[in-house]
């Protein structure tokens, strides 16, 4: 399998990347991929949540609104104009589900081509909860809700990292967890990503974080293994691989094609590309 597409890019305006649009295109042309997706963190408003859970959840080292249109959208056309000859340059957003400011995702619509999901943060009974903290069984079930919920919106294309929620649910020990909790929110999340026609992503910035000691030997905090096996069980399930790159020369590099060999090993077929005209289509 070779990558042609990706619809995971960041640029330097998230605060812990490099590189904006061109370095990412140039390297993608050099890499032969046929279409390329620009997807840095969306902005979030401050009147989303209080204070202390915008700073809790970073939300002040990525772009705001304003870079959003002054910076990131003219930076995308600026390359689309020199390099849109060569290659299909997509613009997009990998952004949170904050709910009740549906209206606030229509405009960011009417911005760009499409919408990923990432949950890094999610509502639970204690407020905003950061996904890199140590997950609990009820923490899990609150996460998969959250999917659910962003999902049956229809203003998202793809789920990034669909795993994520497992990357801290480990025992004291570090041993990473995958019981009967991790498989009912895996389960709830593939269901309505099929329901709604949301596209997983099998990450490929996971890698990066090296493997831990897991039911499956030693693992990725995600992709994880076990996740992607109850995907398998699903004919109906849309795949997709996204490289989230934050470094021009790692878009394709090893580490991606060892992403792909993971994917390779399911019996699930993964998309080529996405048909975003189409994803448009289903926006309410």
């Not at 299909?88 to 949170?96: A, D, F, H, P, Q």
Request: proline residues 5%; contains cysteine.
């Amino acid at each position: 399998m070779k990558l042609t597409t990706n619809y995971h890019t960041h640029t330097a305006l998230c605060g812990h990347a490099t590189g904006m649009t061109a370095d990412y295109v140039e390297e993608a042309i050099r890499k032969g991929l046929k279409e390329i997706g620009m997807s840095d963190h969306g902005p979030i408003p401050r009147d989303f949540m209080t204070p202390a859970e915008y700073l809790d959840n970073w939300l002040h080292r990525q772009m705001d609104v304003e870079r959003f249109e002054r910076i990131y959208l003219p930076d995308i056309e600026q390359a689309r104009k020199a390099y849109g000859h060569l290659i299909s340059i997509r613009s997009g957003l990998e952004i949170e589900y904050v709910p009740g400011h549906d209206d606030y995702y229509e405009w960011l619509l009417g911005k760009v081509e499409y919408l990923a999901l990432g949950i890094h943060y999610f509502p639970s009974v204690d407020g905003l909860f950061n996904t890199y903290y140590r997950m609990t069984r009820e923490r899990l079930a609150e996460y998969a809700a959250l999917a659910e919920r962003a999902f049956a919106t229809g203003f998202f294309t793809i789920v990034t990292h669909p795993d994520l929620f497992l990357m801290t649910y480990a025992d004291d020990a570090g041993f990473l967890l995958f019981d009967d909790a991790a498989e009912r929110a895996s389960r709830r999340i593939i269901e309505a990503a099929i329901r709604h026609g949301v596209k997983l992503e099998i990450n490929g910035g996971g890698p990066r974080r090296g493997r831990h000691r897991s039911q499956d030997g030693l693992d990725w905090l995600y992709p994880r293994t076990a996740f992607w096996r109850i995907v398998e069980q699903y004919p109906l399930a849309e795949v997709v691989i996204g490289c989230d790159t934050h470094n021009p020369p790692e878009l394709y590099d090893e580490v991606i094609e060892e992403t792909i060999a993971f994917a390779s090993r399911f019996k699930f077929r993964v998309l080529p590309s996405i048909d975003l005209a189409g994803e448009r289509k289903r926006i309410p």
